[in-house]
C-alpha cells in the first residue's frame, strides 16, 4: 500500500500525538513500511482511511498496534561500555552503600526488551557479591517501563532467542543467569525477581511512579521533538532524587534541556547529578 500526498501529515500527526515520536520528511517509507501490514489486515484500501479508522478506535488497541509497529526498540545487555565502567565503579557502588539502609529505587525509562533492567540486576547481584554482602541485591529495585505492549511482553518473559543472548551478554555471565530452555535462554528467577515491568508512556506525568536513585533514559529521546524533550526532562528531574545520576545514551546531551542537573564526567561516561538545591 502506498503513502501518498497529505496521508505523511496525518499519520506523522497521529503517532507524534500518541507517543512523541517525530517523524522528520523523509520518512515516509518508515510509515509505510512499518503500518502496510496492518492496514491490510484491518481491511483499509488507503491509509486515509486507515487513520480514519485509527482516530475511531475507542479501545485504544489500535492506537497501541500503531505505537507498536512505529517505536525502535534496538537494545542489547551491557550497551555501552563506557556507561557500564561507570556503573561498574561508581552507579552500582553507590546504590548498594545506600541499600544498606533501605531499599533503593533504579528506573529504565525505555527499558524495551529489558536487557537493560536486567544488565542492572545482573552487575548489582555480581558487585553485591564481591562486596561479601549478597543480600544487599535485593534492595534495590528495578523498574523497567516503556510504552511497546510487544517489546515488554518479551521482557517480562525474560526469555532471549540465540542471537539476544550473544549480543553484548559474556559466556560466564549467560552461563551464571540464563538457563537455557530449548532454543531459548530464560534468565534465572532470582534475578527476574528484582525486576518489575509495567507499559507506560513517557508523554504521561511521572509523579504515579515515585522517587528514583538512578534513572537511565537512554535512546528514545532522540526519537522526540525539543520541546518535548525539555519538558520530558523536567519532569525526569522532579523524580530523580537530590545528589542522585540521569544517563543518558551515549550520543546524547541535556545540554539546553534542563538547568536542574550537573554533568559529572567519569572516565567517558556523563552522569548528570540532580542538583541538591534549587
Ligand atoms: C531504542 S530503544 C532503547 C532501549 C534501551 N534504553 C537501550 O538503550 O538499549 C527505545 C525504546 O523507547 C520506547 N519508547 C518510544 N517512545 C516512548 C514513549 N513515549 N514512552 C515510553 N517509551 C517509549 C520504544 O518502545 C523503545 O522500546
Not at 3 to 31: A, D, Q
Request: charged residues 25%; aromatic residues 10%; glycine residues 8%.
Amino acid at each position: 500500500m502506498k503513502l501518498v500526498g497529505s496521508e505523511f501529515e496525518l499519520m506523522k500527526t497521529f503517532v507524534e500525538r500518541n507517543c512523541g515520536i517525530h517523524l522528520e520528511p523523509g520518512k515516509e517509507y518508515l510509515v509505510e513500511t512499518r503500518l502496510a501490514d496492518l492496514a491490510i489486515e484491518l481491511g483499509c484500501r488507503s491509509f486515509l482511511e486507515f487513520h480514519s479508522t485509527a482516530l475511531a478506535d475507542t479501545t485504544g488497541k489500535l492506537k497501541g498496534r500503531i505505537v507498536d509497529a512505529m517505536t525502535t526498540n534496538e537494545t542489547y545487555f551491557f550497551r555501552d561500555d563506557n556507561f557500564w565502567t561507570y556503573m561498574r565503579e561508581v552507579g552500582v557502588p553507590e546504590l548498594l552503600r545506600k541499600a544498606a539502609s533501605g531499599p533503593v529505587r533504579v528506573w529504565s525509562a525505555a527499558a524495551s526488551t529489558g536487557q537493560e533492567a536486567y544488565s542492572v540486576a545482573m552487575l548489582v547481584d555480581e558487585t553485591a557479591r564481591s562486596m561479601g554482602k549478597p543480600h544487599l541485591a535485593g534492595s534495590v529495585e528495578i523498574l523497567g517501563t516503556d510504552i511497546s505492549s510487544a517489546a515488554l511482553f518479551l521482557a517480562i518473559a525474560g526469555r532471549y532467542d540465540g542471537l539476544a543472548i550473544r549480543r553484548g551478554l559474556s559466556d560466564e555471565r549467560r552461563r551464571r543467569y540464563f538457563r537455557e530452555d530449548g532454543s531459548v535462554w530464560a534468565i534465572s528467577d532470582e534475578i527476574k525477581s528484582r525486576v518489575k515491568f509495567r507499559r507506560f508512556n513517557l508523554m504521561d506525568p511521572l509523579g504515579a511512579l515515585g522517587g528514583f536513585d538512578l534513572v537511565m533514559c537512554r535512546y528514545v529521546a532522540i526519537y522526540f521533538q525539543e520541546d518535548f524533550k525539555k519538558d520530558l526532562f523536567g519532569r525526569i528531574a522532579q523524580v530523580v532524587r537530590p545528589g542522585c545520576a540521569l544517563i543518558l545514551g551515549a550520543t546524547e546531551t541535556l545540554r539546553g534541556h534542563s538547568e536542574e542537573f550537573e554533568p559529572a564526567l567519569h572516565k567517558n561516561c556523563t552522569a548528570y547529578m540532580r542538583k541538591t538545591s534549587r
